[in-house]
């Protein structure tokens, strides 16, 4: 299938924004991460941090052909579309620090960026800077991290046991998130303190990720976005072609396009998926 029918196919937007999909790690949902994408056309993509778990793959994470694959996608896009795609630095990638900043062609690598969308600016952060704990208590949020890495070993296990009684997903993590009052406490103080970022930074709205909640809401006449992620909530933050701005949940929008789609047009999704994966593991093999 050519170019122009493939584009065809997919949906067209202005802006896409994907956050904490943490590569390396057992719990990314990096397939689901390519197969939105995959869907999608866009002016510019927005990858605001942690997309690499750095920290997961020093200790214990694994680099899997999957994760090879959502690159391999990144650079089909650079070399046969005007995609601008932006790199921003999060906590868990880290060790971009080295390179910080960079820019080749369409694609860059930053810490921040100010996104114009329909007359109004945005600033666009991970927000990792805005987390005391991340910044001067390292060492605590690795900790926490270790805890936050079991509890999503246990919703996985839990998960499966959910999926062979017929039962939809349910997230572990999440609910502990919402029960812990200084957790939902610490969410809001966070959302707060970006939204003043924006006023300082003479900006109409934020977009963040870091705290795996998605969001779309006007906090003290800043409008704050949030990208959420790609372990839990596998969610993205869309423009339209309008300037509309809306999260998209993967699971919402599968069956929305499912409904949709042509049953020609599902096999050749997958038939492409399969031969990219085939692709990289023959590179493996080469020596």
Not at 23 to 32: A, P, T, Y
Not at 117 to 127: D, E, L, P, T
Not at 241 to 255: A, I, T
Request: charge should be neutral; charged fraction near 25%.
């Amino acid at each position: 299938m050519d170019l122009c029918k493939t584009l065809a196919l997919k949906t067209q937007v202005k802006t896409i924004v994907l956050s904490d999909i943490h590569l390396g790690i057992r719990n990314s949902h990096v397939r689901e991460a390519v197969h939105f994408l995959r869907h999608h056309s866009c002016e510019t993509l927005i990858l605001n941090g942690d997309i690499v778990d750095g920290w997961q793959l020093r200790k214990s994470g694994k680099w899997k052909k999957k994760h090879t694959a959502f690159f391999k996608l990144l650079m089909k896009w650079l070399s046969s579309t005007e995609t601008r795609i932006i790199y921003l630095r999060g906590n868990h990638d880290d060790f971009l620090d080295e390179v910080l900043p960079l820019e080749i062609g369409n694609f860059s690598i930053r810490r921040t960026f100010q996104l114009n969308s329909s007359g109004k600016k945005y600033f666009v952060v991970h927000g990792d800077i805005f987390d005391t704990v991340t910044t001067r208590l390292k060492w605590i949020a690795k900790l926490g991290d270790t805890g936050y890495t079991w509890l999503l070993w246990l919703n996985r296990h839990y998960n499966q046991y959910r999926r062979s009684r017929g039962l939809p997903y349910y997230s572990l993590s999440q609910v502990v998130k919402h029960k812990v009052k200084k957790a939902v406490s610490f969410i809001s103080d966070y959302e707060r303190e970006l939204c003043a970022v924006a006023t300082a930074e003479k900006c109409d709205g934020v977009i963040c990720g870091h705290i795996h909640q998605p969001a779309d809401k006007v906090i003290d006449g800043i409008h704050y976005l949030n990208s959420g992620d790609w372990v839990e909530t596998l969610s993205a933050l869309v423009e339209d072609m309008e300037g509309k701005w809306s999260v998209v949940h993967y699971q919402d929008w599968l069956q929305v396009h499912q409904m949709h789609q042509r049953p020609e047009d599902a096999d050749h999704g997958q038939d492409e998926f399969d031969e990219m994966m085939q692709t990289i593991y023959a590179s493996q093999l080469q020596p």
